[in-house]
């Protein structure tokens, strides 16, 4: 008689667009048990870099645990992990080519249809980390809100017998997020600034990347049919205890703890989050207002996404999570997670 192999380690990889709520739904999912938040898993070089650096920013160099991702628990040995096993500047190179450029989609199958050496052991040394992660965190979920389309081609590519890799794509009204990214979507190298784009330009570019990360995560969707849920952060907001167990049931894990928590509007556990909001390093992990919303749009910019985006907007924004009982235990988490957790989050 065969014996069990060990558990497959589950990959809950979060897709979406910039501003989406990414990151409150990396620490949903990650206060999971057996669970670790990583927050954007695959800009670890760009956080070094920026720790090595002496970064000013509180968002990059900083892991969620308040440290200096070069003195964090995890980080630092997974990296140290990562440094012995070989090349850092080789997997870098590596990382940017086949995960974060505009190019790096058709880049990867391109190297895939080829054989290409460099995308075999690219795709080897990002099974390697992730193991190192499990192991150091203890953790047999990894939850990595990164949202980069090629990462999750590639998290698709890995092998089913040791992981179990899950999408959840993250739909926001584009004209929320596009209020926020006309007044952060020029960063300096590690700290977000005003954009220097006249408001026609910087509405129209930021369309173009809302509509950019939402299809590639829907062609990735079509591609994991049986892997692949679409929510929307309105229903989040609005419906959160009916969000998360509809997650729960399709991710197969247990997230009655994150709606104790949304119940009683306790907030949410931060794990080891890399990048992504800039409260994650707050004292009480909660995300506060912003006070932009989609009303903040001149007429000007909202015409502009309408035109190139609205049928994709219609598209998506349509009910997707039932409304459920309105109960006070509904309406009290309701109200605890709009004011505590998510409404109006800044940078994701």
């Known amino acids: 008689m065969n014996e069990p192999g060990p558990p497959r380690l589950k990959i809950i990889y979060i897709l979406g667009s910039t501003q989406s709520g990414s990151t409150i739904l990396d620490m949903a999912v990650g206060t999971a048990s057996s669970a670790v938040s990583t927050g954007e898993l695959g800009h670890i070089f760009w956080a070094f870099e920026a720790a090595r650096e002496g970064s000013s920013s509180v968002t990059v160099p900083n892991c969620s645990c308040g440290l200096l991702v070069t003195q964090c628990p995890l980080w630092s040995v997974v990296w140290a992990e990562m440094a012995a096993r070989g090349n850092l500047r080789e997997f ?8 974060t450029t505009a190019l790096s989609v058709p880049t990867a199958v391109a190297a895939r249809l080829a054989h290409s050496r460099a995308f075999a052991r690219h795709l080897d040394e990002l099974g390697s980390m992730l193991r190192s992660v499990a192991r150091n965190a203890s953790a047999g979920i990894i939850v990595d809100s990164t949202k980069d389309p090629g990462r999750g081609w590639l998290y698709s590519l890995l092998p089913t017998p ?10 926001r009204d584009g004209r929320s997020v596009l209020s926020s990214m006309m007044v952060t979507s020029q960063p300096d190298r590690f700290n977000s600034a005003p954009s220097p784009w006249p408001p026609p330009a910087a509405a129209f570019f930021s369309t173009l990347h809302w509509i950019y990360m939402n299809l590639h995560a829907s062609i990735l969707g ?10 929307r952060y309105e229903d989040l907001v609005s419906h959160p205890l009916e969000t998360l167990e509809s997650i729960e049931a399709f991710a197969e894990i247990d997230l009655s703890e994150s709606r104790k928590r949304v119940t009683a509007g306790k907030p949410l556990s931060s794990g080891h989050l890399l990048c992504g909001n800039r409260s994650k390093t707050a004292p009480t992990l909660k995300v506060q207002a912003s006070g932009r919303s989609r009303s903040s749009l001149s007429r000007g910019p909202e015409l502009i996404f309408l035109l190139l985006a609205g049928w994709l907007q219609w598209y998506y ?12 235990r509904t309406q009290k988490a309701r109200r605890n997670l709009t004011s505590s957790h998510f409404e109006g989050e800044k940078r994701s």
Do not use: Q, W
């Open 92 to 99: 870098e190179e590596e990382n940017r080519r086949f995960e």
């Open 162 to 171: 040791e992981f179990d890799v899950r999408f959840i794509h993250m739909v």
């Open 222 to 231: 079509r591609a994991n049919r049986d892997r692949y849920l679409r929510i």
């Open 317 to 328: 924004l349509r009910p997707s999570v039932p409304k459920g009982p309105t109960g006070l």
